[in-house]
């Protein structure tokens, strides 16, 4: 995985989880077990995606799973800072109020 590729969660805040690198095609399977897991364990209330370098229709999708299951368990995740390709790709598919 080259650097452009690469995923990772940051912890900017408390009740914050950072979504940094790229969520691509190339990292949304390893993105979605890594946020589940940290949304599972530490309950956050935000989701920041301002450390997003790269987003594509792989990463719209782990992020409405994402959502899908926090709200299932009762969970409310407020998106922040989408970048705006992310956004336009939402507002596209008309996904927008399912994720902010």
């Known amino acids: 995985m080259t ?3 690469a995923f990772s969660l940051t ?3 408390a009740g ?3 979504l940094q690198g790229s969520l691509s095609f190339a990292t949304a399977a390893r993105a979605l077990r890594l946020i ?4 599972a364990a530490e309950q956050p209330q935000r989701l ?5 370098r790269h987003g594509d ?9 994402v959502q899908a299951e926090a709200m299932r368990k009762g969970h409310r995740l407020q998106v922040v800072h989408m970048p ?6 939402a507002q596209l598919c008309e996904v927008e109020a399912f994720i902010l």
Do not use: K
């Open 11 to 13: 912890r900017p805040e």
């Open 16 to 18: 914050t989880l950072g």
């Open 48 to 52: 920041d995606l301002s450390p997003l």
């Open 84 to 89: 705006d390709g992310l956004r336009a790709l």
């Open 36 to 39: 589940e897991a940290a949304v």
């Open 3 to 5: 650097q452009t590729e």
């Open 57 to 65: 229709s792989a990463g719209l999708a782990c992020l409405l799973a």
